[in-house]
């Protein structure tokens, strides 16, 4: 438990294709199990089961994965295309109509995902130029208390954990605000 966070910390692109290969690897189980009930005669009664389950978890799937680039159409992809295919060799009404909400399904699926994507990304990037703009004074863009805070923070643990010391200066100009007025934020 403790583990899966520092290895999304010290190797990111491992951790990122180990989640991506077993968020597929669940997929496509689902939807090679669920194909199955739909070919096999003796697997007939567990069928719709099989497809109620497919069905809910592309769609939990898909929304949960839906910030990932890649996951957000590769899982529902993996669960759909099994059944899809299962459906359509096995051509009568029952399964042509299946096929045909499988096809409006997927269009929906596809459609809400992108939505999500968008409007995740979008609030994500809300949230950093709030976070931003907390850290850092309207007027002068100088970083302000609550930035020093949480640099002092976290240079306080770095040194702790490197067993260094850590050294504060600070310094008070007198007058400051002539020297404001005289020559700007800037300087």
């Known amino acids: 438990s403790r583990r899966i966070p520092l290895l999304a910390t010290r190797r990111p692109g491992f951790a990122r294709y180990a ?14 199990l669920t ?8 697997l007939a009664p567990i069928r719709m089961a099989m497809i109620i389950v497919a069905v809910g978890l592309c769609s939990a799937g898909s929304m949960a994965m839906a910030i990932d680039s890649f996951l957000r159409y590769a ?12 459906a359509a060799s096995q051509p009568n009404d029952e ?21 999500v994507h968008r409007d995740y990304w979008r609030a994500a990037r809300a949230t950093a130029e709030l976070e931003r703009a907390s850290q850092t004074d309207a007027l002068t863009q100088v970083s302000n208390r609550m930035s020093f805070d949480l640099e002092y923070q976290r240079e306080w643990r770095r040194a702790r954990r490197s067993n260094e010391g850590m050294g504060i200066l600070m310094i008070d ?15």
Do not use: C, Q
């Open 19 to 32: 989640l991506r290969t077993s968020v597929l690897a669940n997929g496509i189980s689902w939807g090679l």
């Open 35 to 42: 194909a199955a009930s739909i070919v096999l005669p003796e």
């Open 75 to 86: 899982f529902p992809v993996v669960v759909i295309i099994p059944v899809s295919i299962a």
């Open 95 to 115: 399964n042509l109509l299946l096929a045909s909400l499988i096809a409006i399904y997927t269009l929906y699926v596809m459609s809400t995902i992108g939505i």
């Open 173 to 187: 100009l007198d007058h400051f605000k002539g020297i404001n007025d005289t020559y700007g934020h800037p300087a």
